[in-house]
């Protein structure tokens, strides 16, 4: 449903601008923005009051008082519904339990290896050491 609603964007914008480049960069721009950046809350609550805003004019359009402003909280909340992993932003956060070094240069030194209560058939009798383990991204 997002990529049928920046498609339509684009649309938009490609066909106000007279570019097929516009309507490119401007799709190519919303999913990026939306889907790899820590703004894709912001997008998500733009278009959220963007259909809010495209409900009340749905409403004031049928000439009853209370209509406009009800159908723009209906259609903020519809929006809000729809863009709820843009408020989630997908960006991974930093991890917390990195094996970076300590400041001021201090070492943390830990003990050997305790030998396993378990022992595998081809197990060697030698002592692990040190082993560190990283997970690159």
Do not use: N
């Not at 003990?111 to 009798?125: H, I």
């Amino acid at each position: 449903m997002i990529v049928a609603e920046f498609l339509f964007i684009a649309c938009i914008v490609g066909v106000l601008t007279k570019t097929w480049l516009a309507s490119v960069g401007t799709f190519v721009g919303l999913f990026a923005l939306y889907r790899f950046t820590r703004l894709s809350g912001v997008l998500a609550l733009a278009l959220s009051l963007y259909w809010g805003l495209l409900g009340y004019h749905l409403g004031a359009s049928t000439g009853e008082i209370g209509v406009g402003p009800l159908l723009a909280v209906v259609g903020f909340f519809a929006g809000a519904w729809v863009h709820r992993d843009g408020f989630a932003s997908r960006v991974p956060a930093p991890d917390l339990h990195d094996a970076a070094p300590l400041e001021g240069g201090a070492v943390a030194h830990h003990g050997a290896s305790q030998p396993s209560a378990r022992e595998f058939p081809s197990a060697s009798d030698g002592e692990i050491i040190d082993v560190d383990y990283r997970v690159v991204s």
